[in-house]
C-alpha cells in the first residue's frame, strides 16, 4: 500500500471513531489523540509506547483527561467536562484542594473527597519520581 493510501485510511478510521461512544459511558475527545491508530497489528508483536513519561508540570488539559479517563473511569463520566471546561493542567491538578474541586461544580462531598486522595497520590509519586531523578543527577557527579 502506498503512503497516501494508509494516510486516508487512517483519517477514514479516526473519523468513524469520532462518531463511536465510549465503553462504560463518557466522551471521546479526539483533539486529545495525538497518535496514529495502527492499522494491523500482529497479535505476537507488543509494541512499546511511543510516549516518554513526562513530569506532570508538563501536562496539559488532554493529559489529564486521559490520567482521569486510565485510572478513574467513573469520574472521568461524571466529572470530564468540568475539568475540560476549567481546563486543568498537570500543575493546576497538584495545585486542587477540597474548596477548588467544589468551585469546579463537583457537590458531592465523598467524591471531592476520593478525588483529592487520587490527585495526593498523583503528587506524591510525582515527587519521588523528581527526588529519584534529583538524586542520581547529584551522584552522578
Excluded at 473519523?15 to 496514529?36: A, I, K, T, W
Excluded at 495502527?38 to 486521559?66: E, G, I
Excluded at 461544580?105 to 473527597?113: F, G, P, T, V, Y
Amino acid at each position: 500500500m502506498t503512503e497516501s493510501r494508509v494516510n486516508m485510511m487512517a483519517k477514514a478510521y479516526i473519523l468513524d471513531r469520532r462518531s463511536e461512544s465510549v465503553p462504560n459511558g463518557g466522551f471521546h475527545d479526539m483533539q486529545c489523540y495525538n497518535h496514529q491508530p495502527v492499522l494491523m497489528q500482529s497479535k505476537s508483536v507488543k509494541q512499546k509506547s511511543t510516549r516518554s513519561k513526562k513530569s506532570v508540570f508538563k501536562w496539559d488539559n488532554c493529559d489529564v483527561l486521559r490520567w482521569l479517563r486510565k485510572h478513574h473511569l467513573q469520574y472521568y463520566q461524571l466529572y470530564g467536562a468540568n475539568f475540560k471546561e476549567h481546563d486543568i493542567s498537570g500543575r493546576a491538578l497538584i495545585k486542587l484542594n477540597l474548596i477548588k474541586l467544589e468551585k469546579m461544580e463537583i457537590d458531592d462531598q465523598m467524591h471531592r473527597n476520593d478525588l483529592l486522595e487520587y490527585i495526593l497520590r498523583l503528587r506524591l509519586k510525582h515527587e519521588q519520581t523528581e527526588l529519584r531523578l534529583l538524586f542520581n543527577t547529584n551522584n552522578a557527579v
